[in-house]
C-alpha cells in the first residue's frame, strides 16, 4: 500500500516488516513480502532464512507493524488528492537490477 504500483523491480513495491514470532505464524511469514515476490517459488517457512541471505539487496525493513502503518498512513490521504502519488522506496547504494535490461523497457506498447 502506498508503493509504486508500476515497476518492474519488486523490491520498489512491496514491503517487509519485522514481526513476532506468533504474528509471523498467523501472517504464514508473508512478511517477508519482498522476497516472496521477488523469489515465489520459495516456500513460506524459509522466507525469514531467505530474508537473512539477500536483506543486504532489500530496502530497509519496517521494525513493527506500527512503524509501517505509520509510513502507510499519510501516503494513502495525499493518494486521495494526487492518485499518482508513491512512497518511494530506497535501495541500499551496492543493490544492483536483477535483470537491469528490464528497467530501460518501453513497456507502455504491451499494455494495449
Known sequence: MGLADNVVDHRLNTRTVYMNPVSRFIYWNMNYHVEHHMFPMVPYHALPRLHEL??????????????AYREVWPVLLK??????????????????????????????????
Open 79 to 112: 493518494q486521495l488528492r494526487y492518485e499518482d502519488y508513491f512512497l518511494k522506496r530506497e535501495l541500499p547504494p551496492t543493490a544492483r537490477p536483477y535483470r537491469g535490461e528490464f528497467h530501460e523497457l518501453d513497456m507502455s506498447a504491451a499494455a494495449e
Open 54 to 67: 539477500i536483506k543486504h539487496d532489500l530496502p530497509a525493513a519496517n521494525p513493527s507493524m506500527w512503524h
